[in-house]
């Protein structure tokens, strides 16, 4: 009997997601009235009432089975029955609480690291800059002889740059140096940004309010002006718009104006930390006897790729190069994506990193997989008797997968949430100076949920695909006489399969986990070459006023004296000193040219010297370095007496090899020029760039005679030095009432520091490889385990025949074993392959170290053979006579 159904495809989801129940009782209606008739047409034959409903449904057929044809005929169908399925898994994994819980747990690890590392390589290393056409943007660097590192610019080559060039539009310089602002309590020292005039325009970002710096403003003796960043305008001004015009206290001059307010979030990305921006005011008069000290930002014409605009600074380089040998003898210079600038070298830290989550996502995945293959193998009966009763053997793999795909966006839902709370603790948990570029930006967004709900399905198709495969594929009668009691063969070697792949999987990880702990462990080892216990440092910026630069020299001398003279005297204080660019803080000493003075002065292009230090006295003593030769720097070496020095170890055996340098002098491209100095002692080297590179030949110059704007104060206390820290803060500002204090840490701290993303690496990678072997070893737990459920029956009969229980012991460890062995095997090829790709990132250690491998192959091999142990001991326990009962 055909039903007729007025066409519902014009209608709209609304109307159909509304009005289904209404249709549904419809159609029931619509079933009920033809049976009634029929019955009614027979009854008028002279049928009983019973009998002619009992043939009316009879010669109908089944109700059911016409009312899915009928429903099936109708739009949205497949989304009834997607409903209808979930609902079954929904009631399906309440029934099993247990297993719910596991996989759950698994998919949540999974997919949540993975998000947490996704959310962090989308906001450092994919999103765009947050400026105007940010792929125009570019650093500019200069480049030194015969090196392929990057260096700051030149005052007047930069000034030729920008004239000459024919690839930028724009072009600015930028040098960061904090400055004092007073009033409103104690003086406070604030990061600031000295500019030239078009540093807004280049990077496309106007004003919040205000105005940016114009070219009036970048002329010398301009009336000061300051932009303020977001963050101090609302901290310092509480956010008022009448802030422009207000005079500040800077010590780049009083009365300096404020003159505009940044977006929040600006920042240049190889600068974030700002609070003030003010203009360079560069003297043409002078650049040409400037030292190299700047930054260079820039933006690309149209149409201009990075290639052309490299080839066009190579160029002028090379003129400059002719023009000025003295200063530029065998310089180019170099131009580098803004972006690729920003990252730095993170981005192969965040690659690995993601590559090791992904690996993990792969090992929770095969773990989930391999639990449902065997709660598919329990469930054969049922799948056997649905398709017995008519149901499809596509409606079997429909089914699954829609089990695979709840359980992957519930552990999807939850993998974000974890993500979404713990990226914001981790990130809070760094330290302020954490090398992590665009910290800021770094946030669990739309994106982040997009992607987590695309890998989640991913991951519901990737280990559902397996059971709903083996689904219906043995014979109906054959399910139905074995039930539950034996997994197919196939079940058992994709069961198989998925442990070796979850075990060398995480092999893998493991060894990547290893080697970064090794070395970062190798590294805590180094020696940094001083003493950093019970030493706190403070460091500043001097601005001393004075009405001719040799009283400003003159004055930062006499400043840092009397600061150190005081601090000295302070009870618990057991030495003091100071150093101009403090050891371990990421920055190198500065570089300059020095060379042996009874020879003749090496061409300008050849590059000799190395760093310079300019230290107070007796700071080898306060640091704990030791003094190889000669002696350090005392009281009597000040400002009118002869210029001294002291060299490290590598400088004295490089300069003067096989020779005693002490009493010698060197020639040195310092200060207002090039002055000769007698060396005084060898000291001991030291790690002053980190402890992950070898010391670099270094010249150290009291403070007294070379007086340094740039001072970090060094107190080595005979106690804690945190509770001293007040009583030095007093005597600074006794000699120096408006003087504030860039930064105070213990020394302990910097060196903690420098080392803090190698150690924030190992642990990520520690962590996951601890994941990893977990889930491995419950992988091959489970297996063996559901092994020996499914052989109660063989390891029965085997005990009733006269086996012994260790050979059932046995028996059983080794099948795990084999697999345990095949998945190591699988990991250790794999290991050789991928590690090289962690060489970047170690130290002192070979991505083939046989320690590590040989470690954690034991490691593994016993953590297998626990996961093994408990359900092979399990097995010697079956009771023969219950098996047989049960038979």
Not at 675 to 695: C, F, S
């Amino acid at each position: 009997m055909r039903l007729w159904r007025r066409p519902v495809w014009n209608r709209t989801i609304w109307r159909n997601l509304t009005r289904r129940a209404r249709e549904d009782r419809e159609l029931d209606e619509e079933l009920r009235f033809h049976l009634q008739q029929e019955a009614q047409l027979r009854m008028d034959r002279g049928q009983s009432p019973e009998d002619a409903r009992r043939w009316a449904r009879r010669d109908f057929g089944n109700v059911t089975r016409t009312r899915e044809v009928t429903r099936e005929m109708w739009t949205w169908s497949a989304l009834d029955r997607a409903a209808q399925d979930i609902r079954y898994a929904a009631r399906m994994f309440r029934k099993n609480p247990a297993f719910t819980a596991l996989a759950l747990a698994s998919l949540t690890l999974g997919i949540g690291a993975t998000t947490a590392i996704f959310s962090v390589v989308n906001s450092v290393l994919l999103r765009p800059l947050p400026f105007r056409d940010p792929g125009q943007l570019a650093m500019v660097w200069e480049r030194p002889p015969d090196t392929g590192h990057n260096n700051v610019v030149q005052t007047q080559n930069f000034l030729d740059w920008r004239a000459r060039n024919r690839s930028f539009q724009n072009m600015a310089a930028v040098f960061q140096i904090s400055t004092n602002l007073e009033g409103q309590g104690e003086a406070v020292q604030l990061p600031r940004l000295r500019v030239t005039a078009g540093f807004f325009e280049t990077l496309g970002v106007a004003p919040l309010i205000g105005r940016a710096i114009r070219a009036a403003d970048d002329i010398p003796e301009a009336p000061c002006v300051t932009v303020l960043s977001y963050g101090l305008w609302q901290r310092r001004f509480g956010g008022q718009p009448g802030v422009i015009g207000t005079k500040l206290s800077l010590a780049a001059g009083p009365g300096c104006e404020v003159i505009g307010v940044m977006p929040a979030g600006f920042a240049l990305p190889t600068n974030p930390r700002v609070d003030l921006y003010t203009a360079m005011q560069i003297s043409p008069d002078q650049a040409q006897r400037d030292g190299r000290n700047y930054s260079v930002v820039a933006r690309m014409r149209k149409g201009v790729s990075v290639a052309q605009a490299d080839a066009d600074m190579r160029a002028i380089a090379a003129q400059t190069s002719a023009e000025r040998p003295e200063m530029n003898a065998g310089w180019s210079a170099a131009v580098v994506p803004l972006m690729e600038q920003t990252v730095g070298d993170m981005r192969p830290t965040l690659l690995v990193l993601l590559g090791a989550v992904l690996f993990l996502l792969l090992i929770a995945c095969a773990n989930v997989s391999n639990l449902l293959l065997m709660r598919a193998s329990k469930r054969r009966r049922e799948m056997t008797v649905r398709i017995a009763l008519g149901a499809g053997r596509w409606q079997l793999f429909h089914q699954l997968i829609m089990e695979s795909l709840l359980m992957s966006a519930a552990g999807g839902i939850a993998g974000f949430l974890l993500a979404y709370w713990g990226v914001p603790a981790i990130i809070g948990m760094l330290p302020p100076g954490f090398p992590l570029p665009r910290r800021d930006e770094i946030a669990v967004d739309s994106t982040v949920l997009a992607f987590t709900m695309l890998l989640a399905l991913g991951c519901g198709m990737f280990f559902g695909i397996f059971p709903a495969m083996q689904a219906g594929r043995e014979r109906v009668s054959e399910g139905l006489r074995q039930g539950d009691q034996h997994g197919s063969a196939g079940n058992r070697r994709v069961r198989n399969l998925l442990v070796v792949a979850e075990v060398g999987l995480a092999m893998l990880l493991v060894i990547g986990a290893g080697l970064m702990l090794r070395s970062f462990t190798l590294l805590n080892a180094v020696d940094p070459g001083f003493r950093p216990e019970r030493l706190v440092t403070f460091r500043m910026v001097l601005f001393s006023h004075a009405s001719t630069f040799d009283q400003v020299i003159a004055r930062r001398a006499t400043l840092v004296a009397q600061m150190i003279d005081r601090i000295r005297n302070l009870p618990g204080v057991a030495a003091a000193s100071s150093i101009h660019l403090l050891p371990m803080t990421g920055n190198g000493n500065s570089g300059t040219w020095y060379s042996r003075a009874d020879r003749p002065a090496p061409p300008p292009a050849s590059n000799s010297g190395g760093d310079v230090s300019i230290v107070s006295d007796d700071y080898f003593r306060t640091m704990g370095i030791p003094i190889a030769a000669g002696r350090e720097f005392d009281a009597h070496d000040r400002a009118g007496s002869p210029r001294v020095g002291v060299l490290n170890l590598t400088a004295a055996q490089q300069i003067f090899p096989g020779e005693n340098p002490v009493g010698k002098r060197l020639r040195v491209a310092w200060g207002q020029g090039p002055n000769e100095v007698e060396i005084v002692g060898v000291t001991a080297d030291i790690h002053h760039r980190g402890l992950d590179g070898k010391p670099e030949p270094c010249l150290f110059m009291p403070q007294a005679q070379q007086p340094s704007a740039f001072v970090s104060l060094m107190v080595r206390t005979a106690a804690d030095p945190v509770s001293l820290i007040p009583a030095v803060k007093e005597q600074i500002h006794a000699v120096y009432p408006s003087q504030g204090i860039q930064d105070i840490q213990t020394m302990e701290e910097v060196v903690a520091g420098s080392i803090a993303r190698p150690k924030l690496d190992a642990t990520i990678m520690a962590v996951f490889g601890a994941m990893a072997l977990t889930l491995a070893c419950l992988g091959i737990y489970a297996v063996i385990s559901y092994s020996v459920e499914q052989r109660r029956r063989e390891m029965g009969i085997r005990l009733a025949l006269g086996a012994a229980p260790a050979g059932i012991l046995g028996m059983v460890l080794r099948e795990g074993m084999a697999l345990a062995a095949g998945g190591i095997a699988l990991g250790i090829g794999a290991s050789l392959v991928l590690t090289r790709y962690l060489t970047s990132l170690l130290y002192a250690v070979k991505p083939a170290d046989p320690a590590v491998f040989g470690a954690v192959t034991v490691v593994l091999t016993l953590a297998a053979a626990a996961g093994c142990y408990f359900p092979a001991r399990r097995a010697t326990r079956v009771d023969p006579a219950m098996v047989l009962r049960e038979e």
